[in-house]
């Protein structure tokens, strides 16, 4: 058991990289610390970290487009970092010609969740569509029943530089593709190709248990490395399409700083708010409340954006002070987790700092 640890998390700006290496780094003394890269305000990567460990493994978001879930299920979901989004359509033959579509958005307040075209951002996977489950239906053991997918591949990163202490995520359009998924064995077999083509690409994915999910890249036509194994992550940075509710029912919105917890893995948080009677350095073990970790078997967007401040007319985002979170990690161990910045000293966004501590 390690008894304290601060994390600090130096968002560093890389122009263009895909690091899919592990890293691990040695923390001989107590407040040491330990430098992940998201790669500044335009924040291209998405960061897992794994709290028992300190390891951190960094991943451009560009690198994959789906990921196939490893268990008992068959379900495949998108990469919600670019804001991808499909549309089933009526036939389950891939050679047919498709157009794209404009309506088939992953953000925007006129696309309603309901419409289905995104994953379901609580992370649960199980559903009948409708913005509820995966938006890829699950796959089935019949293969004239699973039908072919306009695919929005969403938007690239930008490489425009911000105002300070703001961020640019969204860059061009990516284009789309029609893909249909099958079944293989105890894996999946996808077919994709270009809107107009009459033929396509088809390969094939396997299941490896050790991970919630295999990725797939259209660009590089293979299997990627994205998450760290199920049981040695417990928080991912990255951008995020969620729901949100702007008066008339929940629509589909784009976030920047969002933080997922691994609900498929285990990992369990809840927040704490700061009252007089409780503070973040007074918390320990016994402070512990199981029952409130409930929430978050269902939703990997307990912290999500609720960290900070979302900004608005003449200000921008901020931490928020007034609360921390605790972690329950894959192993059971027990950490309290504090924001402490989200800009460096000039200001630049992409730049947090957070500290946590384990209890014993």
Same mark, same amino acid.
């Given at each position: 058991m390690k008894k304290l640890l601060? *994390?600090?998390?130096? @968002?560093?700006? @890389?122009?263009?990289?895909?690091? &899919?290496?592990?890293? !691990?780094?040695?923390?001989?003394?107590?407040? $040491?610390?330990?430098?992940?890269?998201?790669?500044g305000a335009n924040q291209?990567?998405?960061? /897992?970290?794994?709290l028992s460990s300190q390891e951190s493994k960094s991943v451009n978001r560009t690198t994959w487009d789906f990921g196939f879930s490893t268990g008992a299920e068959f379900r495949v979901i998108l990469n919600g970092s670019l804001k991808m989004a499909v549309k089933k359509l009526a036939t389950s033959d891939i050679t047919l010609p498709q157009t794209s579509d404009p309506s088939v958005l992953a953000i925007g307040g006129g696309n309603a969740?309901?419409?289905? /075209?995104?994953?379901?951002?609580t992370g649960v996977l199980e559903g009948a569509g409708a913005g509820i489950g995966t938006a890829i239906a699950e796959i089935s053991a019949t293969d004239d029943d699973n039908k072919v997918y306009l695919v929005n591949l969403g938007l690239a990163i930008s490489t425009k530089q911000p105002g300070v202490g703001s961020v640019e995520v969204d860059g061009e359009a990516r284009g789309w593709k029609k893909v249909r998924i099958l079944r293989s064995g105890n894996g999946y077999k996808i077919q994709?190709? &270009?809107?107009?083509?009459a033929t396509f690409t088809e390969k094939t994915i396997s299941k490896d248990a050790a991970y919630n999910?295999?990725?797939?890249? *259209?660009?590089?036509? $293979?299997?990627?490395?994205?998450?760290?194994e199920k049981v040695k992550w417990d928080l991912n940075f990255t951008t995020f399409t969620n729901y949100v509710n702007m008066g008339q029912g929940e629509v589909t919105y784009g976030y920047?700083?969002?933080?997922?917890?691994? @609900?498929?893995?285990?990992? !369990?948080?809840?927040?704490?708010?700061?009252?007089? $009677?409780i503070t973040y350095a007074g918390f320990t073990k016994a402070s512990v409340?199981?029952?409130?970790?409930?929430?978050?078997?269902?939703?990997?967007?307990?912290i999500g954006a609720n960290w900070r401040n979302g900004g608005g007319p003449g200000s921008l985002p901020s931490i928020r002070t007034d609360r921390f979170y605790v972690v329950k990690d894959t192993a059971?161990? /027990?950490? !309290?987790? !504090?924001?402490?910045?989200?800009?460096? &000293?000039a200001g630049v966004r992409g730049n947090t700092t957070l500290e946590y501590a384990i209890l014993n």
């Open positions: 601060f *994390l600090s998390i130096a @968002l560093l700006s @890389l122009a263009s990289c895909s690091n &899919d290496d592990d890293t !691990k780094v040695e923390i001989p003394t107590v407040g $040491a610390t330990l430098s992940a890269s998201v790669g291209p990567n998405q960061v /897992y970290l794994d969740a309901s419409n289905g /075209y995104v994953d379901n951002p994709y190709a &270009d809107l107009n083509s999910f295999s990725y797939f890249s *259209l660009t590089s036509g $293979a299997t990627v490395s994205v998450e760290p920047a700083d969002f933080i997922t917890t691994n @609900l498929k893995g285990g990992t !369990k948080v809840y927040q704490v708010l700061v009252t007089d $009677a409340v199981e029952a409130n970790f409930t929430a978050s078997v269902t939703d990997q967007r307990i059971g161990n /027990y950490y !309290k987790v !504090k924001f402490l910045t989200m800009t460096n &000293d």
